[in-house]
Antibody
């Protein structure tokens, strides 16, 4: 069974750094891209970017390029999303999901449970 | 930037049919996907490649495509279908991936 398990909720202050994680199991972690999706409070889904754990090839949405860093450690089947300096506007639920290229364009077929990030002074 | 446009809300009585549209210029060239998101839960894929249904998704969910519009149809709507629904696709070059604006389905 494919599973993506995300790290727990975080409460941070503006300017602090943060790294959240997403651990995959039940499939070959290095054979599928993993993506991140933002959902701000009461808002819709936003495609942030994807990474291929096999070689760490990474693609970002223009809206998120330079704002976050996506990485992965294939030895422990875990992908990461990190911020170097959080802003209040980063407050959101963040989902990781497996990116399936079976048919163009690709799509998310399995999702993590989400990590709530709250940034407040 | 590329956008997928959905109606903000759709209301339907139990047992009736709900239709949710998603419109964009590149949809004749790119497949669309549909996700259901219930309150407090992660999204779930309900339709892929315009009209295919993943295993475990009830048959009352179906998808279709016509020109620049794709449609998610829920036949015989049940109370448990009350949720937000999002389409997802890409621009004509396959460079930019986006979600639709989302549609809230209310079961009266």
């Amino acid at each position: 069974e494919v599973q993506l398990v995300q790290s727990g909720a975080e409460v941070k202050k503006p300017g602090e750094s943060l790294k959240i994680s997403c651990k995959g199991s039940g499939y070959s972690f290095t054979s599928y891209w993993i993506g991140w999706v933002r959902q701000m409070p009461g808002k819709g889904l936003e495609w942030m970017g994807i990474i291929y754990p096999g070689d760490s090839d990474t693609r970002y949405s223009p809206s998120f390029q330079g704002q976050v860093t996506i990485s992965a450690d294939k030895s422990i089947s875990t992908a990461y999303l990190q911020w170097s300096s959080l802003k209040a506007s980063d407050t959101a639920m963040y989902y990781c999901a497996r990116w399936n290229l079976a048919a163009p364009p690709a799509y998310f077929d399995y999702w993590g449970q989400g990590t709530l990030v709250t940034v407040s002074s | 930037s590329y956008e997928l446009t959905q109606p903000p809300s759709v209301s339907v009585s139990p047992g009736q049919t709900a239709r949710i549209t998603c419109s964009a210029d590149a949809l004749p060239k790119q497949y669309a996907y549909w996700y259901q998101q219930k309150p407090g839960q992660a999204p779930v894929l309900v339709i892929y490649k315009d009209s295919e249904r993943p295993s475990g998704i009830p048959e009352r969910f179906s998808g279709s495509s016509s020109g620049t519009t794709v449609t998610l149809t829920i036949s015989g709507v049940q109370a448990e279908d009350e949720a937000d629904y999002y389409c997802q696709s890409a621009d004509s070059s396959g460079t930019y991936y986006v979600f639709g604006t989302g549609t809230k389905v209310t079961v009266l």
